[in-house]
């Protein structure tokens, strides 16, 4: 994942640039209102680990660019923090960002399908009503 991030420069006003921190997503923490969501993004620099945390909603964040997908069977990824080199990979569910795009827009139109179903239902016991009364 890359997040782009806006970075003050020094201390006049107006000097801005973005910065990139490009990693592996390590958590996802969702906070008591959705506004509080943060999460971590770990990359090692110059065989340093460095792991950084996010607000979602923060105005300084510019965007986020899902690089890969991988295919993981846990919510936080802390175990990755004592693994190196290929120890430290993941397998892949989608292998190129195409792909994750086309399978989140299915994920998604099988959501507004499901919610048309669901009211048209909603609709017709709400009819049935009315005619029985």
Request: aromatic share 6%; net charge neutral; no cysteine.
């Amino acid at each position: 994942m890359r997040v782009h991030e806006r970075i003050l420069e020094g201390q006049e006003e107006g000097k801005e640039r973005i910065q990139v921190f490009e990693g592996l997503v390590v958590s996802v923490h969702k906070g008591a209102t959705p506004t509080d969501s943060t999460f971590t993004v770990r990359r090692i620099a110059s065989g340093v680990g460095v792991e950084r945390v996010f607000l979602l909603h923060s105005p300084l964040i510019e965007k986020i660019d899902v690089k890969k997908v991988a295919a993981v069977r846990r919510a936080k990824l802390f175990f990755l923090r004592g693994r190196h080199g290929k120890a430290a990979r993941l397998g892949e569910r989608f292998t190129t960002a195409e792909e994750f795009a086309i399978a989140t827009a299915a994920e998604e139109k099988k959501e507004t399908e499901v919610v048309e179903v669901v009211e048209a239902k909603e609709e017709g016991k709400a009819e049935e009503k009315k005619e029985a009364q």
